[in-house]
């Protein structure tokens, strides 16, 4: 294992902030399964239902917001879970092209299963903490999931900031860009 820390030497692996979330989303996903059991639903399964459970009727780009899955497996997980009578569809009020999702009964039912051994997957996960850096892990946490809900909108954002640039540039070479003389015919005596 990768040690961390003030004794660890920093460098390589030991100093890549992906490779060390990795490792610890590993971690985190091998105690949640632990704890969800093998009939459990999966962390994905658990979020989805979770947002559907605080707003019927979310469309799944509402979920993908919500959850913060990407939207092919999104979809992906929304249609198993409906097959399998969690998760139930309908035309949204909202948008008749999208459709909405609410809970089912069964969904309700696994939900309220879960909930429990979420929560003791969650305790399992801080308890590897001292007590004095749990609510700051959970702080940059919170910090670095709202960075990456804001993603998105960064990215359209910056492209279109270049795109502009770019229109700007092109516009800004043509009017510099030297006029041609008029070319001038040469006419022999008669």
Not at 5 to 19: E, T
Not at 23 to 41: C, F, K, M, N
Not at 152 to 157: G, H, I, L, N, V
Not at 158 to 176: Q, S
């Amino acid at each position: 294992m990768v040690k961390s820390g003030s004794k660890a030497k920093r460098g390589g692996l030991a100093a890549s902030p992906s490779h060390l979330m990795h490792r610890v989303l590993q971690l985190a996903l091998d105690i949640y399964a632990e704890e969800a059991g093998p009939d459990g639903l999966t962390q994905r399964q658990f979020a989805v239902l979770e947002a559907v459970s605080h707003k019927s009727g979310l469309t799944q780009t509402d979920l993908v917001r919500a959850t913060g899955i990407d939207r092919s497996t999104l979809a992906d997980l929304v249609a198993r879970m409906t097959t399998k009578g969690l998760l139930a569809r309908e035309r949204s009020v909202v948008d008749a092209r999208a459709k909405a999702v609410r809970l089912s009964e069964a969904g309700a039912a696994a939900l309220e299963a879960a909930r429990p051994r979420v929560e003791a997957a969650d305790k399992r996960i801080l308890a590897l903490l001292p007590k004095g850096k749990r609510d700051g892990f959970l702080a940059l946490l919170a910090d670095l999931a709202g960075e990456a809900d804001a993603a998105p909108e960064k990215a359209r954002a910056e492209l279109k900031a270049a795109k502009k640039a770019a229109k700007l540039a092109k516009k800004a070479a043509r009017a510099d860009k030297p006029k041609k003389a008029p070319k001038l015919k040469l006419v022999e005596p008669a």
